[in-house]
């Protein structure tokens, strides 16, 4: 670690120490009967455990397939390699387009894909680097002169009439979806399904990390970079910006509004409590440093552990250099501090929750598959070749993957024997977290989910809750034990 580093976590220490102190019991609370009211649900409440960290308890019964939960991430980011298989909103990761434009903009980066690896043309190259970004595929749809293919076969001309939507599916008009909504800062990194979501998301996270025309070239340039880095080792590093993104912007939110209820402490320039607030959500949720607690890999002798989390703890630092490079703010310098950034993508590691979207694309298919069959043959002739490019797996990869912090549901601890699980039904098209009972739930009990396989044996569920940092000691455990 660099001396620079060592300032920014000296010199902040005392500030940093209160930031990750544990909250007390009334604070804790608070804090979520206050997100439970806003979510709207009833029925649940979430208590200190004391020793064993937070639970979520029931106020009422809940029966079988009763939905406990809806949870709205804190933060969510979609894989940057699942971006090239699904355009989605960048702030609630409903599906967004048109079937056409779905199944085109897939099989097109398939098609940039498989030619990459066999055709160094400059152009195609450029493409095959960008194919992160959803924003190319906006290009594809809106203005086709500029995305071209290579040559003029009748399967490229129809990936390219599926994009700019002059080829229109049978059928595909009963799977509408939202249109395509640029973001307002101009980058080719984010699209969103209204323009209350693209209004949203820019002012809690994105106007910091936009790369678009409102950023300038140098920050433009230290933010490609970071994205660039996290992408190609850990993409839980975009997670980790979007928090500092939003603790800033919050805080402004809340300065701004103090000042102007409190116009006589103007001269005041930083608030550290009005910092706390906007920290809270983080606060609240359970983190270690990542570098300390991340299993070791079986690849990796226990001789080399050391060396293991000191490669951990440095990538952590080079990518929050590059952050600095990109958003830093003076007043803010303990938010950059390692300790503060390590804990961030810990507490994403420990409260490891997948984001997953079903595919209309899969839901098209199957109401073709299911016409009668004299419609479904005539209708094959135009879907069936797509279909057939796709793959037999096609169902695998078109669904939206990401990671995502959600507040309430991370409060759930884990059963190999839980009373309740994540599912979401055929009503559930965004990223929110689902909650549903997987048997009756009386009053007061505390509502459990498995972290893991259930269905695996002992050694093999103990292996992977490793992960995780405990052992569990649920009633199957220990009888198997």
């Known amino acids: 670690m660099s001396d620079v580093d060592c300032q920014f976590d000296v010199k902040y220490k005392d500030q940093i120490s209160c930031m990750l102190s544990p909250d007390n019991s009334n604070d804790v609370k608070n804090y979520y009967e206050n997100l439970i009211r806003k979510r709207q649900y009833c029925g649940i409440e979430v208590k200190d455990k004391r020793f064993m960290g937070k639970g979520t308890f029931t106020t009422e019964v809940f029966g079988k397939d009763d939905l406990i939960l809806k949870d709205r991430m804190f933060v969510a980011s979609q894989h940057h390699f699942n971006k090239m298989d699904c355009l989605v909103c960048s702030h609630c990761f409903r599906y967004i387009g048109s079937i056409e434009l779905q199944i085109g903009r897939k099989l097109f980066f398939d098609h940039l894909k498989s030619s990459s690896k066999t055709d160094d043309d400059e152009n195609t190259s450029n493409v095959s680097k960008q194919s992160h970004s959803p924003k190319n595929c906006e290009i594809t749809h809106t203005n086709s002169e500029k995305m071209k293919l290579n040559n003029d076969s009748t399967y490229q001309k129809s990936l390219e009439a599926l994009m700019n939507g002059t080829l229109i599916l049978p059928y595909s008009k009963k799977f509408r979806l939202p249109p395509v909504i640029s973001c307002p800062g101009g980058c080719e990194e984010e699209h969103y399904c209204s323009e209350k979501c693209a209004i949203n998301d820019w002012k809690i996270y994105h106007s910091l990390l936009c790369t678009g025309l409102k950023s300038t070239p140098l920050k433009k340039e230290a933010l490609i970079k970071f994205i660039e880095h996290a992408n190609s080792t850990n993409d839980v590093f975009i997670l980790a910006a979007k928090v500092i993104s939003y603790t800033i912007l919050e805080y402004k939110k809340r300065r701004d509004n103090y000042l102007k209820n409190c116009p006589q402490k103007r001269k005041q320039k930083f608030i550290f409590p009005l910092l706390l607030e906007a920290w809270k959500p983080v606060s609240m949720a359970f983190k270690e440093r990542w570098w300390d607690f991340v299993s070791l890999p079986d690849d990796v002798d226990k001789n080399d552990e050391l060396s293991f989390r000191n490669e951990l703890k440095n990538l952590a630092n080079h990518s929050l250099n590059l952050l600095r490079e990109a958003i830093f703010e003076e007043e803010f310098g303990q938010l950059f501090s390692l300790e503060i950034y390590g804990?961030?993508?810990?507490?994403?590691?420990?409260?490891?929750?997948?984001?997953?979207?079903?595919?209309?694309?899969?839901?098209?298919?199957?109401?073709?598959?299911?016409?009668?069959?004299?419609?479904?043959a005539k209708t094959e002739k135009i879907t069936r070749p797509f279909l057939d490019?796709?793959?037999?797996?096609?169902?695998?990869?078109?669904?939206?993957?990401?990671?995502?912090?959600?507040?309430?549901?991370?409060?759930m601890n884990h059963s190999c024997c839980p009373n309740a699980k994540a599912f979401k039904r055929d009503q559930d098209r965004d990223g929110q977290a689902v909650i549903l009972a997987t048997q009756y739930i009386p009053k007061g009990a505390e509502v459990t989910i498995s972290y893991i396989d259930e269905s695996l044996p002992y050694k093999d569920r103990c292996l992977q809750l490793a992960d995780y940092g405990f052992k569990c000691k649920c009633l199957r455990c220990l009888s198997e034990e």
């Open 343 to 376: 804990n961030i993508i810990g507490m994403f590691e420990l409260n490891n929750l997948d984001l997953v979207v079903a595919s209309p694309v899969e839901d098209y298919f199957l109401y073709i598959d299911g016409l009668n069959p004299l419609e479904k």
């Open 389 to 411: 490019a796709l793959g037999d797996d096609y169902a695998d990869y078109i669904h939206v993957s990401g990671s995502a912090f959600f507040p309430l549901h991370s409060c």
